[in-house]
């Protein structure tokens, strides 16, 4: 059984940082992609970031977080890692963990991915 367990959400000041953590269980993962996906109230899920789980490793942004927030992976510890910087009360939503087959290509699109987390709140003050 697939799990996705997600930690590291909270409450904090615009401006400040925040690293969330995921950790995957319950099969290979090779040629799959990791991400995360958020989702604020009243709004549609949105995808946030994605990195290849093998190989090299090619990782994908939203345009909203692009040089703020940074994708990683740990192979080892079969965890992926979304560390966000100078965070805005934009960026308040539930997080959610993603995994799903590399080959569908449309990395933004939430079909693609076949398992989720339950998701961590993130919440930015002003």
């Known amino acids: 059984q697939v799990q996705l367990v997600e930690s590291g959400g909270g409450l904090v000041q615009a401006g400040d940082s925040l690293r969330l953590s995921c950790a995957a269980s319950g099969r290979t993962f090779t040629s799959y992609l990791l991400g995360w996906f958020r989702q604020a109230p009243g709004k549609e899920r949105e995808f946030v970031a994605a990195?290849?789980?093998?190989?090299?490793?090619?990782?994908y942004y939203a345009d909203s977080v692009k040089g703020r927030f940074t994708i990683s992976r740990d192979n080892a510890k079969t965890t992926v890692a979304l560390q966000m910087n100078s965070l805005k009360p934009e960026d308040t939503a539930v997080y959610y963990c993603?995994?799903?087959?590399?080959?569908?290509?449309?990395?933004?699109?939430?079909?693609?991915?076949?398992?989720w987390g339950q998701g961590t709140q993130v919440t930015v003050s002003s």
């Open positions: 990195i290849s789980w093998s190989g090299l490793s090619t990782s």
């Open positions: 993603v995994a799903g087959p590399r080959y569908s290509g449309i990395y933004y699109y939430p079909g693609t991915y076949n398992y």
